[in-house]
Each structure stands twice: as structure tokens, then as C-alpha cells.
């Protein structure tokens, strides 16, 4: 089959996943795999920007991957694998560092953002964070970038870099689209927060039935509702939002919303009733990730071939840049 083009994609090794990577970018980059090329990497160089517990880096890209894999990404159709693993990407940052106007980094939001959370650790890699980017996605020669509404200044910031490279060095850089992933913002069990690992409210994908039910029966519903007798709003709660995404029963989550709207079903039974649908739909990736833990070495052998796949592309790019470049 002849596909649409390359798709590259990021994300930091942040250990396992929760419902919300899964459902903001996991379910995406699978569903991208038989229409695209797809290269996607575990940016753990990026992560050194930020991360002090750097002993986690090896874990955290591990336990990401295997869940990647359990969910249905295919290192037989795309390439996945480890950025630092292939390092020609630190000689395209630095070559592409020197077409980057510093104004351009300093006034990113990202950066800004970035500068207020760690006042302490402003480092170099953190204003250079976007450079790396822009050189992930050119040494690759994406044409398509999925990403979410938050990293469309990076991805602006790529377009700008590889448009001045080019009209500086010639044609040799692509100028990648992104390609924007509808998905709703998936809240956290506190019903407020977006879903994270760092505020402890998420539900990871791996979880069992018995870690699912506590962390379900610990979820905010409609904050108005106090006794079981009260009428609920479905519509702002959280178990109900989740649940129509998760559901095994069709028409089942409008009956309970129904139900919920005239006391007829309480929060707490409605949760174990979401409960259970979610670590029934949840069951073949547990499957899968048991599999797969069988036999440890096999996730370190996907990222070595994964690695050795990408380096391939990278080397063509390299020795494209470095001769319009004119590196002797
Ligand atoms: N900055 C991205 C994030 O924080 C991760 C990333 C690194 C990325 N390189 C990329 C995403 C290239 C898309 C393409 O989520």
C-alpha cells in the first residue's frame, strides 16, 4: 500500500501510561500506523531538561513502551525506538541551532511557562528545547506531526526552522504539517485537573480489576449531588464521561445518564458498574503487557531494531545537511 506520507511523534518517558495518554495520543498513533510511515520515539532527551530523578529514565522508558506495544503500536509497521539511541540528532540540533534567533526561543510560551515552574533549573537545554524538536522531526523527514493543541508553537517554531534553513542552504529539509488529534481533555479522578501522573488522579492502563475499582470508587461526580436521593447532572460528571468512552453496552450510558437525572441510580453503583467496563475493555492490553513481561529483553530488542531502522534515515539526512551546508 502506498501511504500518505511520514508521521514522527514524541513523547517523554513518563512510565506507565494512564486513560489519558491513552485516549490523547496512544489510540492515535495506532490508528495513524496503516495510512502513515510512522516513526515514533521515546524523547528522553528531552526529558533530561526537566527531570531530576534521571535514574528513572531507563525504568520510565521501559514501563512507556511496553504499554505502547500493549495497546496495539506495531514495531512492525513503524519504527519506535529511543532518541538518545540515535545521536545524529544532537548534530542536527546543533546544526540547526545556528539558524535559530534566540528572541525566537526565549518568547515561546512554552519556554516562558517552563522558566515559572523551575525558576531554579533555567539550563541551556531548556531554551534549546524546541531546537531538538525541530531536529527530531527533520532528521526524520516527516511531512506529519500529530500533536495536541499545546505543542502547536513547537510545531510553528519546526516550520519557521526548516523554512530558514532551506532558503539559507537549499531544498534539503522538510516542512512538516501538524496534524492536530481531537480529543477531548480526559479530567482526572478529581474531576477538575486534566488526568496526570504528577497529580496522582490518573488510572493506569495496566492497572488490574482491583486497582481500577479503588481508583473509581474515589472519583468526583456532580459535586451538587449529596445524597442518593438527589438528582444528578450527568453531563458534568466525570464517571459518566469516562463511561461513554469505556462502555460494553450500547445505549447503556444514555440509560443511566436517564437514571441519574431522576435518583434512579446512585454514584456509587454507577461506578461499579464503570468499573467493571473498564477493566473488561481494558483486558486485552493487560493481556498483551503479560505477554510481553514474559520475556523483558524482547522491548530492549524492538528499541535496538527500532534504533537501527531510524539511524538509517537519519544518516541519509545528515549527509544531505552537512553537504548543503558545506561541512567539509
Ligand atoms: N515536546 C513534545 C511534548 O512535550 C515531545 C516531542 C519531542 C515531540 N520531539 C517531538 C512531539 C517531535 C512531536 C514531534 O509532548
Not at 532527551?45 to 530523578?53: M, R, S, V
Not at 548534530?91 to 528572541?103: Q, Y
Request: net charge negative.
Amino acid at each position: 500500500m502506498v501511504k500518505k506520507g511520514r508521521v514522527f511523534s514524541g513523547a517523554r518517558p513518563t512510565g506507565r501510561q494512564h486513560l489519558g495518554n491513552l485516549l490523547g495520543a496512544i489510540q492515535n498513533y495506532v490508528a495513524l500506523q496503516d495510512e502513515y510511515d510512522c516513526v515514533y520515539c521515546v524523547v528522553d532527551l528531552h526529558a533530561l531538561t526537566t527531570l531530576q530523578d534521571t535514574h528513572l529514565l531507563r525504568s520510565n522508558t521501559y514501563e512507556m513502551v511496553l504499554d505502547w506495544l500493549s495497546a496495539g503500536m506495531d514495531p512492525d509497521k513503524s519504527i519506535i525506538f529511543v532518541q538518545s539511541h540515535v545521536p545524529q540528532v544532537t548534530e542536527l540540533h546543533t546544526i540547526l541551532s545556528m539558524v535559530t534567533p534566540m528572541g525566537w526561543l526565549s518568547r515561546l510560551p512554552t519556554f516562558k511557562e517552563k522558566v515559572r515552574q523551575q525558576p531554579d533549573n533555567v539550563n541551556y537545554g531548556l531554551l534549546g528545547y524546541p531546537v531538538l524538536m525541530a531536529a527530531d522531526i527533520a532528521l526524520y523527514r516527516a511531512d506529519t506531526v500529530p500533536v495536541g493543541e499545546d505543542q502547536v508553537p513547537h510545531l510553528e517554531f519546526t516550520r519557521e526552522i526548516v523554512r530558514r534553513f532551506n532558503s539559507q542552504f537549499g531544498q534539503v529539509l522538510v516542512e512538516p504539517q501538524p496534524k492536530l488529534t481531537a480529543t477531548p481533555r480526559i479530567m482526572g479522578l478529581d474531576g477538575v485537573h486534566k488526568m496526570s501522573k504528577s497529580l496522582d488522579n490518573h488510572i493506569e492502563i495496566a492497572a488490574t480489576p482491583e486497582e481500577i475499582q479503588k481508583r473509581v470508587m474515589t472519583m468526583v461526580t456532580d459535586p451538587a449531588r449529596r445524597y442518593r436521593s438527589d438528582p444528578g447532572n450527568p453531563d458534568i460528571c466525570n464517571v459518566h464521561i469516562l463511561h461513554q468512552i469505556f462502555s460494553r453496552t450500547p445505549g447503556r450510558t444514555d440509560e443511566i445518564a436517564h437514571a441519574c437525572r431522576h435518583a434512579g441510580i446512585g454514584c456509587v453503583e454507577h461506578k461499579r458498574e464503570f468499573a467493571r467496563d473498564l477493566a473488561e475493555a481494558l483486558a486485552p492490553l493487560r493481556e498483551r503487557r503479560a505477554e510481553f513481561e514474559r520475556d523483558p529483553d524482547r522491548i530492549w530488542d524492538i528499541l535496538a531494531d527500532g534504533a537501527r531502522r531510524a539511524g538509517e534515515i537519519a544518516d541519509q539526512t545528515m549527509g544531505e545537511v552537512k553537504e548543503a551546508v558545506g561541512l567539509p
